[in-house]
């Protein structure tokens, strides 16, 4: 069973959105997308200051299973990213809500983020694939 947080949204494509205010918003894997992929070997992040559109790939997650492209949920400009990462890749997997964080993105309509699924949603779309 995944662990997800009910004060996030999540797109389809298991990325998570948290609100930080400011019409900014952090962007991580799901706990079920980090076990679907396994052990993470390697985040490649987007460069700070891209312009992203909704859907649109912008980071690749690798692991010892698979590399699986990261989808932005919402489109806006990307403020920060997670340098962590870059020498401790395994935060995606022991702690995918929390250091585990992927990138922040300053949206464009930050009610973009409502359109995502809520929990609920989101234990619903991954109990159908």
Same mark, same amino acid.
């Given at each position: 069973m995944s662990n997800i947080p009910a004060d996030l949204r999540y797109a389809s494509t298991h990325e998570w959105v948290r609100p930080d205010g400011d019409g900014v918003f952090t962007i991580g894997i799901s706990d079920?997308?980090?076990q679907l $992929?396994?052990?993470m070997v390697f985040v490649e992040l987007p460069d700070v200051g891209a312009e992203v559109?909704?859907?649109d790939d912008i980071a690749v997650a690798e692991s010892v299973k698979?590399?699986?492209d990261v989808y932005?949920?919402?489109s806006g400009e990307v403020v920060a990213v997670n340098e962590d990462l870059e020498d401790a890749p395994? $935060?995606?997997n022991s702690d995918p809500y929390g250091d585990g964080w992927l990138f922040k993105i300053k949206a464009d309509d930050p009610e973009e983020a409502a359109a995502l699924f809520d929990a609920e949603g989101y234990e619903g779309s991954i109990e159908d694939e």
């Open positions: 079920h997308a980090q $992929l396994g052990d559109g909704t859907g698979a590399a699986s932005a949920p919402i395994e $935060l995606v």
